[in-house]
Nanobody
Framework: QVRLVESGGGLVQAGGSLRLSCAAS????????MGWYRQAPGKQRELVAA???????NYADSVKGRFTISRDNAKNTVYLQMNSLKPEDTAVYYC???????????WGQGTQVTVSS
């Protein structure tokens, strides 16, 4: 079981920035993909950004050009830099780690991001 601890959420004005952190309990070299998902009230959880152990990335169309996912292998940590935040970005953001063989997916507890205006 991979333990994931998110931090960095908070309240910010539209146009502002936040950086989320996700610290993993194992080497992220051992994790095939890590990602950030978000869930707004009354909506389905959606993928925001993901990064593989080979540094391939992908983003939801709604955040392209504004959000950047990155990885620090030495710290076993994945980050989500969020710039130009919009009210529609308001959600609980969850870190995810997925291993392929055998398949296993782990989730953090979530961190609230609220964008005002």
């Amino acid at each position: 079981q991979v333990r994931l601890v998110e931090s960095g959420g908070g309240l910010v004005q539209a146009g502002g920035s936040l950086r989320l952190s996700c610290a993993a309990s194992i080497s992220i070299f051992s994790i095939d993909a890590m990602g950030w998902y978000r869930q707004a009230p009354g909506k389905q959880r959606e993928l925001v950004a993901a990064i593989t152990s080979g540094s391939s990335t992908n983003y939801a169309d709604s955040v392209k050009g504004r959000f950047t996912i990155s990885r620090d292998n030495a710290k076993n940590t994945v980050y989500l830099q969020m710039n130009s935040l919009k009210p529609e970005d308001t959600a609980v953001y969850y870190c995810n780690a997925t291993l392929d063989n055998p398949w296993r997916s782990s989730w953090g507890q979530g961190t609230q991001v609220t964008v005002s205006s």
